[in-house]
Antibody
Framework: QAQLQQSGPRLVKPSQTLSLTCNISGDSVSSNSAAWNWIRQSPSRGLEWLGRTYFRSMWYSDYVESVQGRGSITADTSKNQFSLQLNSVTPDDTGVYYC?????????????????WGPGTMVTVSS | ETVLTQSPGTLSLSPGERATLSCRASQFVASRYLAWYQQKPGQAPRLLIYAASSRATGIPDRFTGSGSGTDFTLTISRLEPEDFAVYYCQQYNRSPRTFGQGTKVEIK
């Protein structure tokens, strides 16, 4: 059974960069079927998908429009992990951040639901 | 983006009763791309239903998903004490993936 474990600072100052890492066990970040996602949750925004990275002969990433340009999701195959970087944060970026796996369906990884989630990291943006 | 609207916002029921939760999409969602999650306080969401009607591993058969097109339903046939929680629908038909705002099932 795959598991995800998150790490990263819980307090970030406004205008700085939020960095979180998700360590994968029981699966590979380089899987040709899975996709690796970041989701955040806050009272004002509810559950918000931020973006994902996945490998299909080469690496791909895509993001929700609200973080496009200041968000980046990358994979580290040597450590079997993936990371979220969010630049120029504001208090509106405060929330619980989750990593999650879309296991993919079939050869080539048709989109699937998020079957494995990390435990969540409460991140507060405040000076 | 596909907006998912869940109703009702809160459902007050007693153990043993039937719960019916609704999720309406702002545009067509292929059934194989609709999921339901359960979330309890302080925990990550847990996958219940994928592809609109398939139960995830270990999910009891009192949870049933149905629907197609723009209207989807999660039914809990007989509420157990551990079922009182918040439930979210999610589409993974298109990017960005989107979630509904949630339905809270509380003890009456």
């Amino acid at each position: 059974q795959a598991q995800l474990q998150q790490s990263g600072p819980r307090l970030v100052k406004p205008s700085q960069t939020l960095s979180l890492t998700c360590n994968i066990s029981g699966d590979s970040v380089s899987s040709n079927s899975a996709a690796w996602n970041w989701i955040r949750q806050s009272p004002s925004r509810g559950l918000e998908w931020l973006g994902r990275t996945y490998f299909r002969s080469m690496w791909y990433s895509d993001y929700v429009e609200s973080v496009q340009g200041r968000g980046s999701i990358t994979a580290d195959t040597s450590k079997n992990q993936f990371s979220l970087q969010l630049n120029s944060v504001t208090p509106d970026d405060t929330g619980v951040y989750y990593c999650a796996r879309d296991p993919g369906r079939g050869i080539g990884g048709e989109p699937d639901a998020f079957d494995i989630w990390g435990p969540g990291t409460m991140v507060t943006v405040s000076s | 983006e596909t907006v998912l609207t869940q109703s009702p916002g809160t459902l007050s029921l007693s153990p043993g009763e039937r719960a019916t939760l609704s999720c309406r999409a702002s545009q067509f969602v292929a059934s194989r791309y609709l999921a339901w999650y359960q979330q309890k306080p302080g925990q990550a969401p847990r996958l219940l239903i994928y592809a609109a009607s398939s139960r995830a591993t270990g999910i009891p058969d009192r949870f049933t998903g149905s629907g197609s097109g723009t209207d989807f339903t999660l039914t809990i046939s007989r509420l157990e004490p551990e079922d009182f929680a918040v439930y979210y629908c999610q589409q993974y038909n298109r990017s960005p993936r989107t979630f509904g705002q949630g339905t809270k099932v509380e003890i009456k």
